[in-house]
C-alpha cells in the first residue's frame, strides 16, 4: 500500500512556499533600492556592511533564500528528481529534502554574518529564524525523513 503525504510533508512545502516569497520579495525591495531604506535600513546600518549598497545583499536573498526555497518546495511536492537525482543518490533522501537542510545551514551562517555586522534585532529577522525553525522541524519529523528516504 502507497504511503500517503505525512503533515511533516505538507508543513515543509507550505514554509517553503512562504520562505522562497519572502526571500524573493525581500530581495527586489534591496534590488530595487539598494540604499536599504525600502527595508528601514539607515545608513548607519549600511556603513557596518561589506558593500557600498544592499544590491549584493539583495541578489543573495532573491536567489538563495527566494528561488531556491521555491524550486524545494516543487521539489518536496512532486518528488521529481529533475538535474537532482545524483544527489539524492550521494545523501539517500531525495534532493529536495537535502537542500532543505543545506538552506537550514545556510540561514545559519547567515545569521552569524548578519549578527556579527549589523546584529539580530530587526522584525525581519525574528520571522526568517521562525520560519528556518518551522522548515527544519518539517525536515527532522520521522514522518518526513521516512517519505523523502530514498527507495
Known amino acids: 500500500m502507497k ?4 503533515l511533516g510533508a505538507i508543513l515543509l512545502v507550505g514554509a517553503l512556499v512562504f520562505y ?4 524573493v520579495v525581500s ?12 527595508m528601514g535600513f539607515t545608513s548607519d546600518i549600511r556603513d557596518k556592511i561589506p558593500f557600498q549598497s544592499f544590491l549584493p545583499v539583495g541578489l543573495f536573498l532573491l536567489t538563495v ?7 524545494l518546495a516543487y521539489g518536496a511536492l512532486t518528488k521529481r528528481a529533475l538535474i537532482f537525482e545524483r ?8 534532493w529536495s529534502w537535502t537542500g532543505g537542510m543545506l538552506l537550514v545551514a545556510s540561514l ?6 548578519e549578527g556579527s555586522l549589523i546584529g539580530l ?3 525581519a529577522t525574528y520571522m526568517t529564524v521562525g520560519l528556518g525553525m518551522i522548515v527544519f522541524l518539517a525536515l527532522v519529523l520521522p514522518s518526513t525523513r521516512r517519505f523523502y528516504r530514498r527507495s
Open 121 to 123: 534585532d530587526f522584525a
Open 20 to 23: 522562497g516569497l519572502m526571500g
Open 3 to 6: 504511503e500517503g503525504r505525512p
Open 27 to 38: 530581495g527586489l525591495i534591496l534590488i530595487s533600492d539598494p540604499s536599504g531604506a525600502g
Open 108 to 113: 545559519v551562517v547567515w545569521l552569524a554574518v
Open 87 to 94: 544527489v539524492s543518490e550521494v545523501s539517500g533522501h531525495h
Open 65 to 71: 533564500f527566494g528561488m531556491a526555497p521555491l524550486l
